[in-house]
């Protein structure tokens, strides 16, 4: 029942905007995206589903929830919203939606770990066409971390070479490929890096993980420190179209862009190397409050973390 009415909301929403853009309310969609607008909402619907059946003892915690939430909430407002219309007229209000849509929201949903609680609330049909052989096939090799981190640095960093980005942003539909190849590349990598399980049932160890949330870090500073420190005006698409506050220049706008490209995204990579190293120490504490020690063993002293046996 839900479920048909998101697709009467996502038909009566994408006429609104087919023929009365201008006197929808600003959380309407500037440019509906029927891909993103379902997807948004069916996440949401499945989440919830899950939520009410997965047992009290497996159920993620509240943190965790509010970090899945949020960032489905972030992706739907940079897209699904007339902010996707300031995001084309400024270079820094564009790297705001790309970095939510790239970084922040696929790090807060890969947080919220939601695969338990959505393989309780989707439909049987996508639970079998996620367990098809060639599905998984795709996603094992693709799960690996240098595959995701090559995804994860080309989905973010080839939309940024100048003539490419004034190509997809001229195109509605090299647009929404630009979007969608970053939300996609975002989520891949960050389900990889914060997997809080451990090795096994997890693939990789928590320092390869670790590794891997953080070295990508480095070709991320390369581009956007060259992009923040330029003199020349990389992206005439801004001047072209109109810039939303004209008193900003292009290089200062430029700038802007450069370093929120910059700074957020560092963060996160650094958070991402402390989120795994804690959850190696909790994992550690945890097999060695159940290790047997044998008879006539003496008490050590365990460095890494902290606890005594």
Not at 223 to 243: E, H, K, M, N, P
Not at 250 to 264: A, N, R, V
Not at 275 to 301: H, Q, W
Request: contains cysteine; glycine residues 8%; aromatic residues 14%.
């Amino acid at each position: 029942m839900l479920d048909s009415l998101i697709l009467l909301a996502a038909l009566i929403v994408g006429l609104l905007c087919h023929y009365y853009p201008a006197h929808l309310p600003y959380l309407f969609p500037f440019v509906f995206n029927a891909p993103e607008f379902i997807g948004c909402w069916f996440m949401l619907l499945w989440y919830l589903r899950g939520m009410a059946r997965i047992a009290a003892a497996a159920r993620p915690g509240r943190l965790r929830q509010w970090f899945f939430l949020l960032g489905l909430g972030g992706i739907y407002f940079v897209l699904q919203t007339h902010f996707e219309y300031i995001s084309q007229h400024m270079f820094f209000l564009n790297r705001i939606q790309a970095v939510t849509i790239g970084m922040l929201a696929p790090f807060g949903i890969a947080i919220g770990w939601m695969p338990d609680v959505l393989r309780l609330g989707v439909p049987p049909w996508v639970l079998r066409a996620c367990r098809g052989r060639a599905v998984r096939a795709t996603l094992r090799v693709l799960g690996h971390p240098l595959p995701a981190m090559a995804i994860f640095l080309t989905t973010t960093d080839v939309w940024l070479i100048p003539s490419v980005h004034f190509a997809a942003m001229i195109n509605p539909l090299l647009y929404a490929v630009m979007n969608i190849s970053c939300l996609l590349g975002g989520l891949l990598f960050w389900l990889v890096v914060l997997d809080p399980r451990p090795n096994p049932p997890a693939r990789f160890s928590y320092l390869t993980r670790a590794a891997t949330g953080f070295l990508v870090m480095f070709p991320q500073i390369a581009v956007s420190s060259y992009i923040a420190l330029s003199t020349q005006d990389l992206y005439s698409f801004y001047t072209l179209c109109g810039r939303l506050f004209p008193n900003i220049s292009p290089t200062y706008d430029q700038m802007l862009g450069g370093l929120i490209q910059w700074i957020p995204p560092g963060m996160l990579n650094t958070a991402a190397l402390i989120i795994s190293l804690n959850a190696l120490r909790l994992s550690d504490i945890k097999a060695e409050e159940t290790f047997v020690p044998p008879p006539g063993a003496k008490i050590y002293e365990a460095k890494w973390t902290g606890q005594k046996r």
